[in-house]
Each structure stands twice: as C-alpha cells, then as structure tokens.
C-alpha cells in the first residue's frame, strides 16, 4: 500500500509541471505574432511594379488617368475607372506609374473625370497586383484611402473630399485636418492670418527679384504671362520694363497698394508692363483672342485667360486670396464668383474656369519654391492650395 500512495503523489505533483509546459508550447505551434497576424508592409510603387503577385498596399502620388499600355493623361479626364500612381507627384514616365482599377464603390470618392483635385495628391491602396491595361497594375480594390493614414475598407464618402495634410507642413495645418468646405476655408483663414508680416509696396520690387528669380539665370525673374526671363534691373514702368501685376486686380475690393491685399506677395507677379496694362482688371475665363506680346493668353472685352503653364498657379492665388481677406483686419471681404462683370465689388472670377485651370495644371517646382520662399523670407504664411491643391474643390467646388 505504501508504494502505491508514493506513486499517486508523484503523479499529483507532475501534472501542474506538465500543464504548465503545454501553455508554453501552444504560442510556438501558433507563430511568432500569436494570434495577431503580422501587419502588411506598406509598398512604394517602384515595389509594386517590380511585385505583380498577390495582394498588396501600395502608397503613391496620384497623377494621372491611364487609357492604353503608355498613354495616361494628365488632364481633361474622360473617365472615373482608373487612375495612375507614381512614387514623384510630377512623374511622367508611365513604366515609372502603377495603374489602379477603380472599381464602382470608389469611383465617386476617387474618379478623376469626378475628383480632378485628387491630381498629386497621396493615395493609399490596397488591391490585388495583377497587370491592368497591360501594364504593371493594382485590381479590385478593397481599400482607397487619401492622404498617410492607414487603408479603411469604407469610402470616404461622394463629392468633394475631406482634405488629409500630408508631407512637411502637416504642423502648419494641424487645425485643418479632417475638414471640409467652410469648416476647412474657415480653419485655413485662421492658420495664414497667423503671424503674418506685411510687406510696403517699394519692398515688393525686391521681393519679387528673390521670389521670381529664373532658376537658370540669377539676374533675371520669370515674367507670370509672357514667360519671358527678364533683367532685374528693368523694373520700372517704361515700355519694356516689368513691373507690380496684382493677379487679384486691386480694383475689384478697392484695396489699392496699402500694406494687406494690395502688397501681399502670394499674388503679386512680375509683368511686362504693355502686359500689365492689357490685362487691366479683367477677370479670368477661357477664350478671347491671342495678345500679340504674350503668346498663350488670350483676351475680350471682360477676362483674360493665361497660357497654360500658370493657369493653375493663377487659380491658386485667386483661391488664396478669398481665403486669406474675409473682412476682418480692415480689408475687404474677398471672394470668388462665376462671373466676369463684378466691377468694382470685392469678386473676381470665373470660379469655374479657375477650378478647371487649377486641376490641369498642378503646382510646379517654381511655384512651390515660390511659395517656401515667401514662407521663410518674407510674409511668414504660405499659400495652402500649392501645399495641397486638393483643398480647392473642398472648398470652392
């Protein structure tokens, strides 16, 4: 009887020892995650492209709408089921681009005949990596999400998007985040009234040399319409000289050349002065006929159209500056209409050229080194529809 009871201790005393050795093997039959699975990998689209296998998430600039094998444009999108990323907001070597099918749930968040604004933004998507138009592609879509934040597999929504920031200047716009239409012009009022210097108008000759100077020759600034590179030294307002051009004509608001809208470097431009003077204080649609000494723009009776190299850095200073002067600090209450005849009232137009205009032609690399050197040199507050061109449609679409 004694051996017996020895024997069923012993057995008593192991099972806890062996049940806790079974808990301890159960994680390393389950893997190293546990019962999480491991999070997927973010790709750039230079890994996507050369990984057409599986499922992925991939984050790129959008930048265009694809049509054929090596055709994408770039704007007057004819369609909302595709569009081209790219891991350079400015790419335009389509075997650099990764083709995205949009399928019917995203088309009206992410369509770009629909969203045009969604030009150069960031797009995060995750989709089967399958060739699309014969071309390294994502297909079937299960998440379509703007900006960095992680992929959800629910649209943001219809018409105009909820901006995301994105990029270096996320800080400056923290108090715009996540909103949309007046809440988003409201939030972006406050942000570029804040600790802003004025400039006089004499200071505004020099300014302009820095902020206009042509990257190929430093002697020289960038003419807005004409496109001409031009002296420095010949500002002035004698024939063939350049001079102040107010892209919001300073007669429509009567501000005149007061410190405020009248000397406000984010649209103020150097100009030939016959230009200059062509262009008066016209609004800006499309059509007219072709001025002689500005090839590319076009003039009536009422507007001017641009060449298009700047019809869109022509909008988003229109667009800056019905945000920037909202009645407040003594200016007048600017804003932005679908006419041409508003003569003297604080108005300028046409809102829906300029919304075209700013979708074709996404900011370039003078007009973002434009705007950072305003930011850092001079005025202190930036132009937020260069940072995010998007915000525009939110906002006036």
């Given at each position: 009887m004694?051996?017996?009871?020895?024997?069923?201790?012993?057995?008593?005393?192991?099972?806890?020892?062996?049940?806790?050795?079974?808990?301890?093997?159960?994680p390393?039959?389950?893997?190293?995650a546990?019962?999480q699975?491991?999070?997927?990998?973010?790709?750039?689209?230079?890994?996507?492209i050369?990984?057409q296998?599986g499922?992925?998430?991939?984050?790129?600039?959008?930048?265009g709408q694809?049509?054929?094998?090596?055709?994408?444009?770039?704007s007057?999108?004819?369609?909302?089921?595709?569009?081209?990323?790219?891991?350079?907001?400015?790419e335009r070597?389509t075997?650099?681009?990764?083709?995205?099918?949009i399928?019917s749930t995203?088309?009206?968040?992410?369509?770009?005949?629909?969203?045009?604004?969604?030009?150069?933004?960031v797009?995060?998507?995750t989709?089967?990596?399958a060739?699309?138009?014969?071309?390294?592609?994502?297909?079937?879509?299960?998440?379509?999400?703007p900006?960095t934040?992680?992929?959800?597999?629910?649209?943001?929504g219809?018409g105009s998007?909820t901006?995301?920031?994105?990029?270096?200047?996320?800080a400056?716009?923290?108090?715009?985040?996540?909103?949309?239409?007046?809440?988003?012009?409201s939030?972006?009022?406050?942000?570029?009234?804040?600790?802003?210097?004025?400039?006089?108008?004499?200071?505004?000759?020099?300014?302009?040399k820095?902020?206009d100077?042509?990257p190929v020759?430093?002697s020289?600034?960038?003419?807005?319409y004409s496109g001409?590179s031009?002296?420095?030294?010949?500002?002035?307002?004698?024939?063939?000289?350049?001079?102040?051009e107010?892209?919001?004509a300073?007669?429509?608001?009567?501000?005149?050349?007061?410190?405020?809208?009248?000397?406000?470097?984010?649209?103020?431009?150097p100009?030939?002065?016959?230009v200059?003077?062509?262009?008066?204080?016209?609004?800006?649609?499309?059509?007219?006929?072709?001025?002689?000494d500005?090839?590319?723009?076009k003039?009536?009776?009422?507007?001017?159209e641009?060449?298009?190299?700047?019809?869109?850095d022509v909008?988003?200073m229109?667009?800056y500056?019905?945000?920037?002067?909202e009645?407040?600090?003594g200016?007048?209450?600017?804003?932005?209409?679908d006419?041409?005849s508003?003569g003297?009232?604080?108005?300028?137009g046409?809102?829906s050229?300029?919304?075209?205009?700013?979708?074709?032609d996404?900011?370039?690399?003078?007009?973002?080194?434009?705007n950072?050197?305003?930011?850092?040199?001079?005025?202190?507050?930036?132009?937020?529809?260069?940072?995010?061109?998007?915000w525009?449609?939110?906002?006036?679409?």
């Amino acid at each position: 009887m004694s051996g017996l009871t020895s024997h069923r201790r012993a057995a008593a005393l192991t099972m806890p020892a062996l049940l806790g050795l079974f808990a301890l093997l159960i994680p390393l039959f389950r893997g190293p995650a546990g019962m999480q699975p491991m999070a997927a990998t973010t790709m750039t689209v230079a890994q996507a492209i050369s990984s057409q296998s599986g499922t992925g998430t991939v984050r790129g600039y959008i930048v265009g709408q694809p049509t054929a094998t090596s055709t994408v444009l770039y704007s007057g999108f004819t369609g909302d089921t595709a569009l081209a990323i790219a891991d350079s907001g400015t790419e335009r070597n389509t075997s650099k681009m990764l083709y995205v099918q949009i399928t019917s749930t995203y088309r009206a968040t992410f369509g770009l005949q629909s969203n045009p604004g969604r030009i150069g933004t960031v797009l995060t998507v995750t989709g089967s990596l399958a060739a699309y138009f014969s071309h390294p592609g994502l297909k079937s879509p299960t998440a379509m999400t703007p900006g960095t934040s992680t992929p959800t597999t629910t649209p943001t929504g219809t018409g105009s998007p909820t901006p995301v920031p994105t990029g270096p200047t996320d800080a400056y716009y923290a108090a715009a985040a996540g909103k949309s239409g007046a809440s988003l012009k409201s939030a972006l009022h406050g942000i570029i009234s804040s600790g802003v210097t004025t400039l006089s108008y004499d200071a505004v000759w020099n300014a302009l040399k820095v902020t206009d100077q042509d990257p190929v020759n430093s002697s020289n600034v960038i003419l807005l319409y004409s496109g001409i590179s031009r002296s420095k030294s010949l500002n002035g307002g004698d024939s063939g000289d350049w001079n102040r051009e107010h892209v919001w004509a300073k007669s429509h608001g009567d501000f005149g050349t007061a410190n405020g809208p009248g000397t406000d470097l984010h649209h103020l431009r150097p100009e030939d002065v016959h230009v200059n003077s062509e262009r008066d204080n016209k609004d800006f649609d499309a059509g007219g006929t072709a001025v002689s000494d500005a090839p590319g723009n076009k003039t009536d009776s009422d507007s001017w159209e641009p060449r298009a190299a700047v019809k869109g850095d022509v909008a988003r200073m229109i667009f800056y500056m019905a945000v920037r002067y909202e009645g407040g600090d003594g200016y007048p209450d600017l804003e932005v209409d679908d006419a041409t005849s508003g003569g003297t009232a604080p108005r300028l137009g046409r809102l829906s050229a300029l919304l075209q205009w700013s979708a074709q032609d996404p900011p370039d690399a003078f007009e973002k080194r434009r705007n950072d050197t305003i930011y850092s040199t001079y005025q202190h507050n930036r132009n937020p529809f260069i940072d995010h061109p998007e915000w525009a449609p939110s906002i006036f679409g």
